[in-house]
């Protein structure tokens, strides 16, 4: 958490579970965007990304009193949304699973020229755009839970390998190893097919109408291009080590962070002013 040392943040965590609010939401303040943008790279949807980051941060909340510094707060927070999102099975993809054969056949044979348009007098650069950080996103969906926890924890977030492996019990090798085979594995898909971020023949303005048909895409809900991105710097000072692991990070400039969205803000301060949190404080 930015600009709080070990020590500051146990006795955050401290008085959070003697039941001091305010300490508390000083906590949840620090690791709500983390959870989210994990969340949305591991489940593929911002709504299903805000649930699923409501249910990381109760859980949070309600085992408080489980931390005992031994590993720092955020190194914790992770392990707690590793696991929960590694385990999730409500999400739209859960149920509808991607592989990269489906998506490459798909970019290769779609018919995107019989489509008439379907724009809805929205801008086709905007809407573009939206396709662009939605599909990179989706595509990590091709992966399985623990590659694309790896990926996320290794790219995104470029985790120490020592505490990604403690998180994901496996060894700091093994966890190397198989950060640079799914890196490569994404780098090598993005290079074939994307025409964004690679040398592929799918471009993202040609498939607009295309993804509207198949409703990949809304033009009256842009969740991406309406969200507030938020600096990388700000997602890097939450961790504790950063290492280089391979030379393919530049290749991954779509894993934008953003900030949390309003509403699980809301939602999340609405439980903490609730009478079911005094209950499960004074439990």
């Not at 914790?76 to 099975?89: C, D, E, S, T």
């Not at 890097?236 to 280089?244: G, L, Q, S």
Request: charged share 25%; with cysteine.
């Amino acid at each position: 958490m930015k600009n709080k040392t070990n020590e500051e943040l146990q006795a955050l965590v401290a008085k959070a579970t003697a039941g001091d609010k305010k300490a508390l939401e000083t906590l949840i303040a620090g690791v709500q965007d983390i959870i989210f943008n994990m969340s949305l790279r591991m489940l593929g949807t911002f709504a299903d990304a805000e649930d699923a980051t409501q249910d990381i941060l109760l859980k949070m909340i309600t085992h408080l009193s489980s931390f005992r510094g031994d590993s720092s707060f955020t190194t914790w927070v992770f392990r707690i949304a590793a696991n929960h999102l590694k385990n999730y099975k409500k999400h739209m993809f859960a149920r509808y699973p991607l592989n990269f054969e489906y998506y490459g056949n798909d970019i290769e044979n779609a018919k995107i020229d019989d489509v008439p348009d379907l724009t809805q007098n929205v801008e086709t650069d905007i809407l573009a755009e939206e396709l662009k950080l939605s599909c990179t996103n989706v595509m990590l969906q091709c992966l399985d839970e623990e590659s694309r926890c790896i990926f996320i924890l290794g790219t995104m977030f470029q985790i120490d390998s020592r505490i990604a492996a403690e998180l994901l019990e496996l060894t700091p090798e093994a966890y190397r190893q198989r950060l640079c085979r799914v890196r490569k594995k994404m780098a090598d898909f993005l290079a074939q097919y994307c025409g964004e971020y690679g040398s592929g023949r799918c471009k993202c303005r040609d498939r607009v109408n295309y993804a509207i048909q198949s409703h990949r895409l809304n033009p009256l809900q842009l969740d991406y291009v309406s969200a507030t991105e938020i600096p990388i710097q700000t997602m890097m000072a939450v961790k504790n080590a950063m290492e280089d692991i391979d030379n393919l990070s530049q290749d991954f400039s779509f894993c934008k962070p953003y900030q949390s969205p309003e509403h699980t803000r809301h939602l999340i301060q609405e439980f903490l002013d609730s009478t079911q949190f005094s209950t499960i404080q004074n439990a």
